[in-house]
Structures are given as C-alpha cells and as structure tokens.
Nanobody
Framework: QVQVVESGGGLVQPGGSLRLSCAAS????????MGWYRQTPGKQRDLVAT???????NYADSVKGRFTISRDNAKNTVSLQMNSLKPEDTAVYYC????????????WGQGTQVTVSS
C-alpha cells in the first residue's frame, strides 16, 4: 500500500518563502508522476505543479516563476519551493503520487496548511 506524507507547511508573511516536502513509501518503482495540489474551503482541488520521473515539469500559471518543484527518484520524494508568497496562496497543499507499476495507483497525502498573512 502506497503512503504519501507531506511536511513543511506553516504561517509566512507575504513575500516570504516556504518549502514543502513529501515522501512516498510502499513502492517498488518510483512514481511516474509526483505533484502538488491545493484546496481552499468550498473550492475544488487545483493543480499547483507536477513533475514526471524524467523531470518534466508543469506549473499552474498563478505560480510560474515563483514556485519550483523538484524530486529525488531514489528516495521517492518531491519538494515544492515557494517564493514570493501571496495571501492568495493560502490553502491546504496536498501531495500526489501516481503510477502504473506494479499496478495502477493514485494516492494522496493528508495535506498541510500554508497560510500567507501579515
């Protein structure tokens, strides 16, 4: 069974930085895709950034140039470096790991709160 655990959320002032980390365990092969999504109350969960096993990245337009996603395939970890944070970045951030080997999976972490406020 795949387990996904996030860490690193917290309170930060506008313009500040925060780094989120996520580890996936219970895997035989490194996930095909790992990524970060975020959700605010009453709204759907939205893409923040994803990264493939080969290193291809995809970012939401709202975070391009401010956030950077990276991963360590050997450790099955993914990180999100968030700079120039804005109040509208406030949300619960969820880590996702998905792949097809040895059988398809699409698993989520429990979420970590990020609050950007002065």
């Amino acid at each position: 069974q795949v387990q996904v655990v996030e860490s690193g959320g917290g309170l930060v002032q506008p313009g500040g930085s925060l780094r989120l980390s996520c580890a996936a365990s219970g895997l035989i092969f490194s996930p095909a895709v790992m990524g970060w999504y975020r959700q605010t109350p009453g709204k759907q969960r939205d893409l923040v950034a994803t990264i493939t096993h080969g290193g291809s990245t995809n970012y939401a337009d709202s975070v391009k140039g401010r956030f950077t996603i990276s991963r360590d395939n050997a450790k099955n970890t993914v990180s999100l470096q968030m700079n120039s944070l804005k109040p509208e970045d406030t949300a619960v951030y969820y880590c996702n790991a998905r792949g097809r080997l040895p059988q398809p999976y699409d698993d989520w972490g429990q979420g970590t709160q990020v609050t950007v406020s002065s």
